[in-house]
């Protein structure tokens, strides 16, 4: 059901970097600006990147989100035991006109 | 602070109705987008629908288009959605959440509101 695609899991030891992709098309991503969520099991999303490169008050710099053509891509710097967690891509679709979540990504710490 | 408390959820018959409500403090509720998003048991985030901030615009998922409603009350800063023929497909939990940046940007998130249709 979901129109931008991610992988299922990613995994790193602390201190690593990840990164997450995110494909979408040129009605989404290719024209609207892209968000990524992070949520721990059990609690709601939060807010982690906004407008493709932006970060929340609050959110540490080892984040960073990046967009090119359709797709878009989520980095997690310095990879710490508390960023286990589900995340997700998301933008606007100007042809369902609606939001369009990813399928969300497993990240592990290992 | 920005706080969004949601509640009406519970347990409902397959084509019943319930209506959620998400009471909002701590910005100028009539001033802000507000969306609804649902996440089914183990599975991921599933837009659901908006209203801009005088309630005059609004957008569906085309899975609850014709039978959920979103509407929102300035006076008493709360945001609803009337859910109505439901079925077992719209078990989840709901999540109202505002958009501070008016570019589907959902910033602020309630904690969520389980509802479970099922007979």
């Known amino acids: 059901q979901s129109v931008l695609t991610q992988p299922p899991s990613a995994s790193g030891t602390p201190g690593q970097r990840v990164t997450i992709s995110c494909s979408g098309s040129s009605s989404n991503i290719g024209s609207n600006t892209v968000n990524w969520y992070q949520q721990f099991p059990g609690t709601a999303p939060k807010l982690l990147i906004y407008?493709?490169?932006q970060r929340p008050s609050g959110v540490p710099d080892r984040f960073s989100g990046s967009k090119s053509g359709t797709s878009a891509s989520l980095a997690i710097s310095g990879l710490q035991s508390e960023d286990e967690a589900d995340y997700y891509c998301a933008a606007w679709d100007d042809s369902l006109n609606g939001y369009v979540f990813g399928t969300g990504t497993k990240v592990t710490v290992l | 602070e920005v706080q969004l408390v949601e509640s009406g959820g519970g347990l409902v018959q397959p084509g019943g109705s319930l209506r959620l409500s998400c009471a909002a403090s701590g910005f100028t509720f009539s001033s802000y987008w507000m969306h609804w998003v649902r996440q089914a048991p183990g599975k991921g985030l599933v837009w659901v629908s908006r209203i801009n901030s005088d309630g005059s615009i609004t957008s569906y998922a085309d899975s609850v288009k014709g039978r959920f409603t979103i509407s929102r009350d300035i006076a008493k800063n709360t945001l609803y959605l009337q859910m109505n023929s439901l079925r077992a497909e719209d078990t989840a939990v709901y999540y109202c959440?505002?958009?501070?940046?008016?570019?589907?940007?959902?910033?602020?998130w309630g904690q969520g509101t389980l509802v479970t249709v099922s007979s």
């Open positions: 959440a505002r958009d501070p940046y008016s570019s589907s940007c959902l910033g602020d």
């Open positions: 407008s493709n490169n």
